[in-house]
């Protein structure tokens, strides 16, 4: 596989609106049969959080995990985003392009050399997303926003699923596509439910992470398909 491919395909399917389930909420006992019933209702963004317990307070998973599912995701035809809640992520972004990801997200607060994080990704053969957390302006994205493909408004503070959905993000999205232009997908994470999604695509996101909406319920994948729905309606 060239190292273009991952990238590619990132590309192509960050452009088109995607419900991206996010594993933080599965039951990693069964992550790879949950990630097929979901990949089985049509999900093709597969959201894997990953946080370090200093940018962030609790310790997640590292690349041995995207590693785990990334054939499972390929085969279905889609791709891993790695979320990195991690501190200087420019130091192992790298690692979770070679365990898979397709897509790696790194934090616009975790660097002072944000720029030089965003193209070693590039380099590695991923696409490459910036995200700002509830309290980081939209601006903190201007000197980036012509290199990614990719701009995460967190709509919760990151670090635990299940939190509720930050009302405000609703006036900040529109101030974020006007730093990044048309070209970047803007996604949204945290909070995100059959509600929150369309309020959010109304207010220009395209690309919706939701855990515990998706995998805190009973049938994930009744669940994906509901919120793809609510985007529809
Ligand atoms: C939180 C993570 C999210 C998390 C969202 O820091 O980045 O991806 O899984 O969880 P919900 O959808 O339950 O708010
Ligand atoms: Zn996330």
Request: aromatic content about 4%; glycine content about 10%; hydrophobic content about 45%.
């Given at each position: 596989?060239?190292a273009?491919?991952?990238?590619?395909?990132?590309?192509?399917?960050?452009?088109?609106?995607?419900?991206?389930?996010?594993?933080?909420?599965?039951?990693?006992?069964?992550?790879?049969?949950?990630?097929r019933?979901?990949?089985?209702?049509?999900?093709?963004?597969i959201?894997v959080?990953?946080m370090?317990?200093?940018?962030?307070?609790?310790?997640?998973?590292?690349?041995?995990?995207?590693?785990?599912l990334?054939?499972?995701?390929?085969?279905?035809?889609?791709?891993?985003?790695?979320?990195?809640?991690?501190e200087?992520?420019?130091r192992t972004?790298?690692?979770?392009?070679?365990?898979?990801?397709?897509?790696?997200t790194?934090?616009?607060e975790?660097?002072?050399?944000?720029a030089?994080?965003?193209?070693?990704?590039?380099?590695?053969?991923?696409?490459?997303?910036?995200?700002i957390?509830?309290g980081?302006p939209?601006?903190?994205?201007?000197?980036?926003a012509?290199?990614?493909?990719l701009?995460?408004?967190?709509?919760?503070?990151p670090?635990?699923?299940?939190q509720?959905f930050?009302?405000?993000?609703?006036q900040?999205?529109?101030?974020?596509?006007?730093?990044?232009?048309?070209?970047?997908?803007?996604?949204?994470?945290?909070g995100i439910d059959t509600?929150?999604a369309?309020?959010?695509?109304q207010?220009?996101?395209s690309?919706?992470?939701?855990?515990?909406?998706?995998?805190?319920e009973?049938?994930?994948?009744?669940?994906y398909?509901?919120?793809?729905?609510?985007?529809?309606?």
């Amino acid at each position: 596989m060239s190292a273009a491919e991952p990238s590619l395909r990132a590309r192509e399917l960050l452009g088109q609106t995607q419900v991206a389930p996010s594993i933080l909420s599965a039951d990693f006992g069964r992550l790879r049969e949950q990630v097929r019933e979901v990949l089985a209702a049509g999900a093709r963004v597969i959201h894997v959080d990953v946080m370090d317990g200093h940018f962030v307070p609790p310790i997640t998973v590292g690349p041995n995990v995207v590693a785990a599912l990334a054939e499972t995701v390929r085969e279905a035809g889609g791709m891993i985003e790695a979320h990195l809640m991690i501190e200087r992520p420019e130091r192992t972004a790298a690692d979770y392009v070679r365990a898979g990801a397709d897509s790696v997200t790194i934090h616009a607060e975790a660097t002072p050399h944000l720029a030089r994080a965003v193209g070693l990704i590039h380099e590695s053969g991923a696409s490459a997303g910036v995200a700002i957390n509830p309290g980081t302006p939209p601006e903190a994205l201007a000197e980036v926003a012509g290199e990614i493909e990719l701009a995460l408004c967190m709509t919760v503070n990151p670090g635990w699923g299940g939190q509720p959905f930050i009302r405000s993000s609703l006036q900040k999205l529109p101030r974020l596509r006007t730093v990044t232009g048309e070209s970047v997908a803007i996604e949204v994470d945290g909070g995100i439910d059959t509600a929150t999604a369309p309020a959010c695509r109304q207010a220009g996101a395209s690309v919706f992470v939701a855990g515990s909406a998706i995998f805190g319920e009973p049938d994930p994948a009744a669940a994906y398909v509901a919120i793809a729905g609510s985007l529809s309606a």
